[in-house]
């Protein structure tokens, strides 16, 4: 099985930074593009940012320029750098997979993590 596990969320104040980390384990071979995704009370999960396993990458434009996905293919685990965060930026950030190759050949799809919790507030 495959199993993610996000880290690094905490209570930090506007402006400062944090530094998000999804280990993925499992027999893994590859992952084509992971993603983080944070979502807010009410609210359905939004895409934060992505990486392909060639290092393009996606943003949604309120993170432009504030954050940074990369990634570990050897390790298969994703970053998300945060800088200058804002209250807004509070949520539960997810990361996830939309396909993970598997040693044997085989394949899972939409693969997700628990979540952690970043909280920006003064």
């Known amino acids: 099985q495959v199993q993610f596990v996000e880290s690094g969320g905490s209570s930090v104040q506007p402006g400062e930074s944090l530094r998000l980390t999804c280990s993925a384990s499992?027999?893994?071979?590859?992952?084509?593009?992971m993603g983080w995704y944070r979502q807010s009370p009410g609210e359905r999960h939004k895409l934060v940012a992505s990486?392909?396993?060639?290092?393009?990458?996606y943003y949604v434009d309120s993170v432009k320029g504030r954050f940074t996905v990369s990634r570990d293919n050897d390790k298969n685990t994703l970053y998300l750098e945060m800088t200058r965060l804002r209250p807004e930026d509070t949520a539960v950030y997810y990361c996830?997979?939309?396909?993970?190759?598997?040693?044997?050949?085989?394949?899972?799809?939409?693969?997700w993590g628990q979540g952690t919790q970043v909280t920006v507030s003064s």
């Open positions: 996830s997979a939309e396909r993970v190759v598997l040693a044997g050949g085989r394949a899972m799809f939409n693969v």
């Open positions: 499992g027999d893994i071979v590859y992952v084509e593009t």
């Open positions: 990486i392909t396993s060639a290092g393009s990458t």
